[in-house]
Structure formats: structure tokens, C-alpha cells
């Protein structure tokens, strides 16, 4: 018997696949298509064991697919738009040693290294390692020709196409924006996705009111301000002081004509929004403290106070102070309240701290009047330092937006409810002069380049207007009709596209993308890109071949092929494409279209997904509208999510290498659900390639072993085998991998197990089995499964056979049926051995009497069987009335019971033989429970009854005595 040695089986499979070219679709109107595409990653470094997670259930199901009769099509490309090129490549220019040893663990030679200085060869570089190093290698039939990137012309020529389509639809709109912008590459995306980050993906962009407080410090300066950050501007009513940190070094900045005092940090993010920003020097904060400032909208002084909290990197690192809503402000206050030490270290009078009174100006449903005192004792806060501040904000400040009104020391804004009151008088102190507008991030973001993140203002920045309502309200229809898991994620889904409004769509700066048609200093950015491609796949074979040229995709190309306008000689005529050329292109795209499934990670369910399905719904024609979306989620190393760019990943080849390609398949395919994230395990990894050891050892000893004998076992397996077939296609229905695959890696192994301990031997019937199981492991581990289907004698790839369907004619309730009453019998007796710890050398078994049975009969005739109506139908019987108080006993044991399992009803029928097959398979039993066993009817006139009783049973119970 030869040895399960996956690295011998993988390359030669692989290359067969590749040789005889299995995996190129072409249209077929004889079958039915199924396109499926995952989201193509980003080139930003080598891939991980993260990404093949996703990337690996494509394959499963695409395979699954065509073993099921669909001619598929799964094409596969790379996203290289933005700067994950440039800043990679920037990193190797500098001999960043982080950078280097990263690529030297994963083999790349120092003369490689030299190539990578240049984005261009990264982009090469890892499009060629993502493709051969990893997909290839990891056995995917996808459409090789296909391939595609978006930095390729001929791609970019297709993103032009599809943005003079929206330009079209009037979707293009331009307007001042306050965007994302790394201070070196220029404007960035802030999501989830990190496309274009290393840090801070999460981020959220405030809108700060900045406040303006006149502070007369007799320095020459007539318009001079201590200027606080606030995200709640109508909170102005209850200021009592002013917070400052007295070891910060501030700066004067020259703003318009006015000078405000905040902090370095903030004047040079203010730069980046406002004209002609000037730092005029250093004022220490210790300098402040103990003067007094005037507050906009209630001009009324106020003194300045010291504090921790004012945090140089938020805002403009100055707080105004709200005690009575602001859990860290009362804090802060009672704080300083209670230490006159610190009071006269900064030249404060302990006194006038002490007579500072909290101002109420909200109410709030459920609390009283100063909601941050009160919350502050209800949590048990101690001081300022105390982390439970952070929920008691996040508390109050919910409470107090949504449900709260303004009280009657906010003047005109009494009564009013604070959501409208914080526009309102935001407005009014903007036009007053009072205050002014500061964008920043809620935590701190840096580039792929290393640099930091900050918010400008760009005064012409294009956008996509999602908002568009006929376009909003189009996908919201086609969403509700389309197939998308996990479940959660197609109610979410409309949501989204009810709040998605305008998306910057293009950039200035040094990134790698498309140029945008209306002006050509604009490259569009790397989600706009990304949205309609799967469309392009159909395209790409065409442009990889040189059937067509990058100068000959025009508009009018593009219009006939995606939109059916115009006609092929006319393409001929304006291209010099070929008319058969173009005819043929047109009909893939018929074929092909619309795209099945779009499957992609978590992080794209609020950006990517929404805008792939509202691109096709602006631009093709209703029936191109995509079918499904598949979200997963992620493989996580402890810690937290894998990042390719950012390491700590453990390299494909060392994983595949280590545990066998087949193995890490099914881990990704059984370890859990796709929709919940899994930490990766090792162990688990190495417990799943013994698991496929195992079954290879299996399947060798099957080969060998066998009869011509016919045993009612055959039955049970062959129905089995047939009752699993057709839960797989359900499964399967639902991208249910992990429930087929515990069905065919985990089930069906033990059933075969099971099959040869009960005696099966029966040749054709294991030919049969094998034949079903070699089919069935074909998706999730094609490697294992062409090897044994070559060693059972066939000469076709099995990747290419049916799978096999269901027969349920060949199903045999009643054979299941006796066999899992076995099998509970045997497992009833070994629980009571093990509870009562007696050590029997004899089980003596008690079956249920005839009478019984007959009163069974009797309730499952019934619709509700009562214990009423059975016994008075049951006591017509003179058989059955003659037992008399036993016959009441039982009937309320059966209702009781049937009522308790209504599944019951469906499988006693088929028990009514239970005794016979107990008494048939005694010898079996014998030999799995190592003691002798004897078998007895209730009403048996022979009846071995050494403790004087018969232990009476329900049907589908039995008794025992042990002896």
C-alpha cells in the first residue's frame, strides 16, 4: 500500500490540469453558465494564509459547479491602482530593513530586490508570484487567460469607458470637497479596506465646530483668540471654564486676520483647509492659566483652567469646558475642586474654583438635570484619569443628542431638540463670527508610505453621486431580489444603500491608475475602479491574445459590446477590429453575464459591494445586474487581523509545504462557517491532512477487500450514501462548505467504517460507494481525489465528472431506521453499565409486547393522539383490555412521548421488526458489547425473567436487565 505523500500528488495534478487546459471556459448554449469572481487583491506584498481562505472557496464552489453540469467561468486578476506599488517600491529604494527581510523570508534573491525599486516590477513581480506561487499552486481552475490588472492600458481603457457612461447618466458631479490626503502622495481612501493605509482604517472624519474665545493678553494682537475644538457646539450655554494644558508649548497662528492661539499640531492640519495659515511663534500654557476669556454665543468671561486631558493631537488641543454634560469636564473640575495645591501651584485662588457652579442646559429622558454628575457617581468614577469616562461619554452624549432638549438657560433654544439646536446655533455663531469649520480624524491615519494623514480641501474634486435617488432606489429593488450571504448582510445591505451618498472618485498626486476622461490631472481612485470589472474579464482574453488592440477599445467598442448600441460593422469601421471579432465578444458577454457571485471579505460589505452592485444598476441594462454577493470573514493570527503588507503572516509556500495543499483546503473549507472570523490553528491544520491520510488509507484497504455476499447492510450504506447526497446539494445550495465537507470527510468515512464492522463486504456495492465519495471530495481536495480516482482504474479527471446525484429511490427508511435503533440500543446499554458501574457478563433485552404495538397503531392513526381517545378506542380490543391498569400506564407514557417527539409518528411504522433485527444481529452485538446477550419479547411465554418482572418497554425503547 503506498503512503499518502501530498507533495508527490499535487505537482503532478496541477500540471495535468494546466496541460490539458481544463480550466478555459467558453460558451456553451448547451449548458447552463456560472460566473464567479473573488475580489482581486491588492498588490501591496505577498499574499497570505489569510487571503486563501476566500480565494479557496471559489474554487471549492466553482468546481462544485461544473462537476454539477454548469460550464463555468472563474477568471482571476490583481488591483494595483493607488500607492501600494509606489510606497513599496519606495521602501526597498531606502534598504528599509524591515523590507528587506521581509522579502528574503519569503524567497526573493538580492538581484529580485534590485528590480523592486521600481513600482512597475513590483507590480510584475507579485501579479506573476499571486498567479504561479499561489493560486496555480493551490490546484484553482480558473480561466488563466483571462487574467487582468488594473494597472494593464487595456484595463484602463475600460475604467475610461465605464466613467463616460456615468459622466452620461449625469452620476459625475463636482464640488469643494475636505478629503483624505497623505502629505506626500495626496489624496487617500479611508476604509476599512486599508487599500491605501497602514494604519487607521477605521477612522471616522469630524466636522469640529471651532469655537472662538477673545482673550486680551495685551500683546499687540486686537483679534486674538483661544480657539476650542467641539464636536457639540450647542453646548455652549453651559460653559464655565476654559481647559488648558500648562505643559504644552502652543502656537500663535495667523488665520485670515485673526490670530488664534491653539496648538502646532492643529495650525498645520489647518494649513491643509484654510489659505494663507501663519505660525507666528510659541506661547507656553502656563502663561494662560488663571486669565479669563470670553465665550462666543453667551459672551460671558470665563476663567482658564489647568487640565490633562487637552490632548495636542485632537481638535486644536484647547477644550472648552461643559460640566454639567461632559463626564472628563466635571471630572476635571471637581478634580481641581478638591486639590488647592494645585490651585496655587498655577497662581489660582482655591476660592474661585471652589464657587464654579455646574450649568444645566439639557434635558435628557432618564436622567436629571447634570447627567455627567450623575453618571460619574453611578459609575463609581474617581477622578480624570478613571478609563470608565470613555463609556460614560459615549453614554451621556448619545442620550443627550437623540432624545434630549435644550432647558430654559439656552435662551431662544429652550424647548428646542438639541439634534436641531446643534445646526442652529453652530449657524448663527459661524455667521456672528464666533466660530468656524476644522476637519480631522477620529484616530490617527498614516499612508502606505509612512506618512501621516490629514484632511484638505480640494476645491474641484469630482464625485460619483450614489446619492442619485432613482439610482438609490433601483438597487435597493435589484438587492431584495438577489442571492446574498450571510443573511444579516442582505437585510444590511439596503441600509447602506440608502445612506451611500457622493464618493470621491478621482485623485491628483503620484498614483498608479486610470486617467480620468473629463480631466486628465485626475487619476480615479481604487474603489471607483473596482466596481464594474467583473464585466472586463469577458474582454481580457481578447486583449491578453492580441485579438484586439489598446488603441481599438474605444467608446463605440465598448458601447457595442456592454450595450448592445451600434453594430459590429460599425465597430469595424471606426476600429478596425474584426466584425467576427466583435460579434464574438459580444456574444461571451451575452453568455456570461450577468456575474453570479461576487465574493470578497467583510471589509468590503460597506464599500466595495455596494458600489459593484450600484455600478452595473447605473450603466448595463437590468438583466446584466449581478445575481449574489458571498461575504466571508477573516483568518486572524492572534492579535487580530493578517496584513500582507504590514507582515506577520506565515508565507503560502511554507503553509502548503508543512500541511499539504489538500489540507489547508479543507481547513479553510471545515474549520468553521465562512461568516464568523477563525484564529488559525496550527494543529488543526496537521489533524485535517491526517484526517486526508487516513481516508487515502481507507480507500487502499477498500480496494482490496470485498466479496460477493448481499447482507441487508449493503442497503443501510447505499441508502446512507444516497441520504447524504442529497443534503450535500442543499448545503451546497447555500455555499454551505463546511456542512459538506463534514458530511464527506467526517460522515461518510465512519459510515464505510461502520459498513465493513457490521460485516458488508460486498464488492459492487463498495465499487459503488467509492465511486460516489472520490466524487464528492473532488471540490474541496481535487488533488487526493484524482490521484485515487486514477488508481481505481479511470483515465478522466474526475474534476471533470458528474457529481453524483441523489437516487432516493435507493433509500430505505425502514433499513436507517432498524440499523439507528441498533445502534441507540447498544448505546442505551453501555450508558446504564457506565452509570450504575456494574460489570455484566450477560444483557438480557426486553422488547415491547404485541398488545403494545397494536395500541401504537391505534394512536398514530390519530391526528392528535390523546390519552383519552386511545384508551377508548384501545379498550374495544378484548387483547389489548385485558392488561388491564397497564394498558391506561402505557397509553399516557405513548401520548406523553409523541407528543414530546413528533418525529416519532414518521419512524415507528418502520420498528415493528425491531425485535427480529435485535435477535439477527445478536452475534454483532455480542462482539461489540463482549458480553453474551439474549433477547425477549414482553408476552414471550418463555421469557427469562430472573428479577420477576418483564421490563416493560415504549416501541422504540427497550429493556434491560444485566446480569
Known amino acids: 500500500?503506498?503512503?499518502?505523500?501530498?507533495?508527490?500528488?499535487?505537482?503532478?495534478?496541477?500540471?495535468?490540469?494546466?496541460?490539458?487546459?481544463?480550466?478555459?471556459?467558453?460558451?456553451?448554449?448547451?449548458?447552463?453558465?456560472?460566473?464567479?469572481?473573488?475580489?482581486?487583491?491588492?498588490?501591496?506584498?505577498?499574499?497570505?494564509?489569510?487571503?486563501?481562505?476566500?480565494?479557496?472557496?471559489?474554487?471549492?464552489?466553482?468546481?462544485?459547479?461544473?462537476?454539477?453540469?454548469?460550464?463555468?467561468?472563474?477568471?482571476?486578476?490583481?488591483?494595483?491602482?493607488?500607492?501600494?506599488?509606489?510606497?513599496?517600491?519606495?521602501?526597498?529604494?531606502?534598504?528599509?530593513?524591515?523590507?528587506?527581510?521581509?522579502?528574503?523570508?519569503?524567497?526573493?534573491?538580492?538581484?529580485?530586490?534590485?528590480?523592486?525599486?521600481?513600482?512597475?516590477?513590483?507590480?510584475?513581480?507579485?501579479?506573476?508570484?499571486?498567479?504561479?506561487?499561489?493560486?496555480?499552486?493551490?490546484?484553482?481552475?480558473?480561466?488563466?487567460?483571462?487574467?487582468?490588472?488594473?494597472?494593464?492600458?487595456?484595463?484602463?481603457?475600460?475604467?475610461?469607458?465605464?466613467?463616460?457612461?456615468?459622466?452620461?447618466?449625469?452620476?459625475?458631479?463636482?464640488?469643494?470637497?475636505?478629503?483624505?490626503?497623505?502629505?506626500?502622495?495626496?489624496?487617500?481612501?479611508?476604509?476599512?479596506?486599508?487599500?491605501?493605509?497602514?494604519?487607521?482604517?477605521?477612522?471616522?472624519?469630524?466636522?469640529?465646530?471651532?469655537?472662538?474665545?477673545?482673550?486680551?493678553?495685551?500683546?499687540?494682537?486686537?483679534?486674538?483668540?483661544?480657539?476650542?475644538?467641539?464636536?457639540?457646539?450647542?453646548?455652549?450655554?453651559?460653559?464655565?471654564?476654559?481647559?488648558?494644558?500648562?505643559?504644552?508649548?502652543?502656537?500663535?497662528?495667523?488665520?485670515?486676520?485673526?490670530?488664534?492661539?491653539?496648538?502646532?499640531?492643529?495650525?498645520?492640519?489647518?494649513?491643509?483647509?484654510?489659505?494663507?495659515?501663519?505660525?507666528?511663534?510659541?506661547?507656553?500654557?502656563?502663561?494662560?492659566?488663571?486669565?479669563?476669556?470670553?465665550?462666543?454665543?453667551?459672551?460671558?468671561?470665563?476663567?482658564?483652567?489647568?487640565?490633562?486631558?487637552?490632548?495636542?493631537?485632537?481638535?486644536?488641543?484647547?477644550?472648552?469646558?461643559?460640566?454639567?454634560?461632559?463626564?472628563?469636564?466635571?471630572?476635571?473640575?471637581?478634580?481641581?475642586?478638591?486639590?488647592?495645591?494645585?490651585?496655587?501651584?498655577?497662581?489660582?485662588?482655591?476660592?474661585?474654583?471652589?464657587?464654579?457652579?455646574?450649568?444645566?442646559?439639557?434635558?435628557?429622558?432618564?436622567?436629571?438635570?447634570?447627567?455627567?454628575?450623575?453618571?460619574?457617581?453611578?459609575?463609581?468614577?474617581?477622578?480624570q484619569r478613571d478609563p470608565k469616562l470613555e463609556d460614560a461619554k459615549k453614554e451621556i452624549y448619545s442620550a443627550g443628542f437623540h432624545s434630549g432638549k435644550m432647558n430654559e438657560n439656552c435662551g431662544e433654544y429652550a424647548g428646542m431638540p438639541v439634534e436641531q439646536a446643534k445646526e442652529e446655533i453652530k449657524r448663527r455663531m459661524i455667521e456672528e463670527g464666533g466660530a468656524d469649520i476644522m476637519y480631522d480624524f477620529s484616530e490617527e491615519v498614516v499612508c502606505r508610505c509612512g506618512a501621516p494623514v490629514v484632511v484638505k480641501k480640494i476645491p474641484d474634486q469630482w464625485f460619483i453621486n450614489y446619492g442619485d435617488p432613482e439610482l438609490t432606489e433601483k438597487s435597493r429593488e435589484h438587492a431584495e431580489r438577489m442571492k446574498i450571504l450571510p443573511p444579516d448582510y442582505a437585510n444590511n445591505i439596503i441600509d447602506i444603500l440608502d445612506w451611500f451618498k457622493e464618493r470621491a472618485c478621482v485623485r491628483m498626486g503620484r498614483w498608479i491608475g486610470t486617467p480620468f476622461p473629463l480631466y486628465k490631472k485626475w487619476i480615479i481612485e481604487a474603489i471607483s475602479d473596482s466596481t464594474l470589472y467583473p464585466a472586463y474579464y469577458v474582454v481580457s482574453k481578447y486583449a491578453n491574445d492580441g485579438s484586439i488592440r489598446e488603441e481599438q477599445m474605444t467608446e463605440e467598442f465598448f458601447d457595442y459590446i456592454y450595450l448592445g448600441r451600434g453594430s459590429a460593422e460599425q465597430v469595424e469601421k471606426s476600429t478596425g477590429i474584426p466584425r467576427e471579432t466583435a460579434e464574438k465578444i459580444r456574444s461571451d458577454f451575452e453568455y456570461w453575464y450577468p456575474l453570479d457571485i461576487n465574493l470578497g471579505g467583510k471589509e468590503h460589505m460597506t464599500v466595495h459591494f455596494p458600489v459593484f452592485l450600484m455600478n452595473h444598476v447605473a450603466i448595463l441594462d437590468k438583466k446584466d445586474w449581478p445575481r449574489g454577493i458571498l461575504v466571508h470573514w477573516y483568518l486572524t493570527m492572534k492579535g487580530g487581523k493578517i496584513s500582507k503588507s504590514k507582515g506577520g503572516a506565515e508565507p503560502i509556500p511554507d503553509a502548503a509545504e508543512r500541511f499539504g495543499i489538500d489540507a489547508m483546503r479543507l481547513y479553510y473549507s471545515h474549520i468553521a462557517s465562512p461568516f464568523v472570523d477563525v484564529e488559525w490553528d496550527e494543529k488543526a491544520a496537521l489533524n485535517y491532512r491526517s484526517r486526508l491520510g487516513r481516508i487515502w488509507a481507507l480507500v487502499q484497504e477498500l480496494t482490496n477487500y470485498g466479496g460477493a455476499e448481499r447482507k441487508e447492510i449493503d442497503r443501510w450504506l447505499v441508502s446512507k450514501f444516497n441520504i447524504h447526497l442529497e443534503n450535500i446539494r442543499k448545503m451546497m445550495d447555500s455555499f454551505d462548505m463546511r456542512g459538506m465537507s463534514t458530511i464527506v470527510y467526517f460522515e461518510m468515512m465512519n459510515d464505510i467504517r461502520r459498513y465493513m464492522k457490521r460485516g458488508g463486504e460486498n464488492e459492487e456495492i463498495i465499487a459503488e460507494v467509492l465511486d460516489i465519495w472520490v466524487r464528492a471530495v473532488a471540490p474541496v481536495t481535487p488533488h487526493l481525489a484524482e490521484e485515487i480516482w486514477h488508481d481505481l482504474g479511470h483515465n478522466t479527471f474526475v474534476s471533470l465528472e458528474r457529481f453524483p446525484e441523489p437516487h432516493t429511490k435507493r433509500i430505505s427508511d425502514e433499513t436507517l431506521e432498524l440499523e439507528s435503533f441498533l445502534e441507540e440500543t447498544m448505546n442505551d446499554i453501555r450508558e446504564i453499565i457506565r452509570v450504575t458501574g456494574k460489570k455484566a457478563k450477560k444483557t438480557v433485552i426486553y422488547t415491547a409486547a404485541e398488545w403494545k404495538w397494536k395500541v401504537t397503531d391505534i394512536?398514530?392513526?390519530?391526528?392528535?393522539?390523546?390519552?383519552?381517545?386511545?384508551?377508548?378506542?384501545?379498550?374495544?380490543?378484548?387483547?389489548?383490555?385485558?392488561?388491564?391498569?397497564?394498558?391506561?400506564?402505557?397509553?399516557?407514557?405513548?401520548?406523553?412521548?409523541?407528543?414530546?417527539?413528533?418525529?416519532?409518528?414518521?419512524?415507528?411504522?418502520?420498528?415493528?421488526?425491531?425485535?427480529?433485527?435485535?435477535?439477527?444481529?445478536?452475534?454483532?452485538?455480542?462482539?461489540?458489547?463482549?458480553?453474551?446477550?439474549?433477547?425477549?419479547?414482553?408476552?414471550?411465554?418463555?421469557?427469562?425473567?430472573?428479577?420477576?418482572?418483564?421490563?416493560?418497554a415504549l416501541p422504540w425503547r427497550v429493556g434491560v436487565y444485566l446480569e
Open 1 to 383: 500500500m503506498k503512503d499518502y505523500i501530498p507533495s508527490e500528488i499535487e505537482g503532478k495534478w496541477q500540471k495535468a490540469w494546466l496541460d490539458s487546459r481544463i480550466y478555459e471556459a467558453e460558451p456553451d448554449p448547451e449548458k447552463e453558465k456560472f460566473f464567479m469572481i473573488f475580489a482581486y487583491p491588492g498588490v501591496s506584498g505577498y499574499l497570505h494564509i489569510g487571503h486563501m481562505r476566500g480565494y479557496t472557496y471559489t474554487d471549492v464552489l466553482t468546481r462544485f459547479r461544473r462537476m454539477q453540469g454548469y460550464n463555468v467561468l472563474f477568471p482571476v486578476g490583481s488591483h494595483a491602482t493607488g500607492n501600494l506599488a509606489y510606497a513599496f517600491a519606495s521602501k526597498v529604494e531606502k534598504g528599509d530593513p524591515v523590507q528587506i527581510e521581509y522579502l528574503k523570508a519569503n524567497g526573493c534573491s538580492d538581484e529580485e530586490i534590485e528590480r523592486l525599486k521600481d513600482p512597475m516590477e513590483v507590480i510584475r513581480f507579485f501579479n506573476d508570484v499571486y498567479v504561479n506561487d499561489y493560486w496555480k499552486k493551490f490546484g484553482f481552475l480558473a480561466d488563466w487567460r483571462r487574467f487582468t490588472c488594473t494597472a494593464n492600458p487595456d484595463y484602463q481603457k475600460f475604467i475610461e469607458w465605464q466613467f463616460l457612461k456615468l459622466h452620461e447618466k449625469g452620476l459625475l458631479i463636482k464640488k469643494p470637497y475636505y478629503a483624505p490626503f497623505c502629505i506626500k502622495c495626496g489624496p487617500v481612501a479611508v476604509d476599512p479596506s486599508e487599500t491605501d493605509l497602514s494604519k487607521g482604517g477605521n477612522a471616522e472624519k469630524y466636522e469640529y465646530t471651532l469655537l472662538k474665545f477673545w482673550i486680551d493678553l495685551n500683546d499687540g494682537y486686537d483679534r486674538e483668540y483661544l480657539v476650542a475644538a467641539t464636536l457639540r457646539p450647542e453646548t455652549v450655554f453651559g460653559q464655565t471654564n476654559f481647559w488648558i494644558d500648562p505643559k504644552i508649548n502652543y502656537v500663535r497662528a495667523k488665520v485670515g486676520d485673526e490670530v488664534w492661539i491653539i496648538s502646532r499640531e492643529a495650525a498645520e492640519k489647518l494649513k491643509y483647509q484654510k489659505d494663507g495659515v501663519e505660525i507666528l511663534g510659541e506661547i507656553e500654557g502656563r502663561e494662560l492659566i488663571g486669565k479669563r476669556c470670553t465665550a462666543p454665543m453667551i459672551h460671558r468671561e470665563i476663567p482658564i483652567l489647568p487640565s490633562e486631558f487637552c490632548d495636542p493631537n485632537v481638535g486644536t488641543g484647547l477644550v472648552t469646558s461643559v460640566p454639567s454634560d461632559a463626564p472628563a469636564d466635571w471630572m476635571g473640575l471637581y478634580d481641581l475642586q478638591r486639590d488647592p495645591e494645585m490651585c496655587e501651584k498655577y497662581g489660582l485662588d482655591p476660592e474661585m474654583v471652589r464657587k464654579i457652579e455646574v450649568i444645566p442646559i439639557i434635558e435628557t429622558k432618564g436622567w436629571g438635570p447634570m447627567p455627567a454628575v450623575e453618571i460619574c457617581e453611578k459609575l463609581g468614577i474617581e477622578n
Open 859 to 952: 394512536a398514530l392513526s390519530m391526528e392528535k393522539p390523546e390519552i383519552g381517545l386511545i384508551l377508548k378506542e384501545a379498550m374495544q380490543n378484548p387483547e389489548i383490555r385485558k392488561h388491564g391498569k397497564a394498558v391506561q400506564n402505557f397509553v399516557k407514557n405513548l401520548a406523553g412521548e409523541l407528543r414530546k417527539r413528533p418525529d416519532m409518528k414518521k419512524r415507528l411504522p418502520f420498528l415493528k421488526g425491531a425485535g427480529a433485527f435485535l435477535a439477527a444481529n445478536a452475534e454483532y452485538m455480542k462482539r461489540e458489547m463482549g458480553q453474551e446477550i439474549l433477547l425477549f419479547r414482553e408476552d414471550d411465554e418463555d421469557i427469562y425473567d430472573p428479577a420477576g418482572k418483564s421490563r416493560a
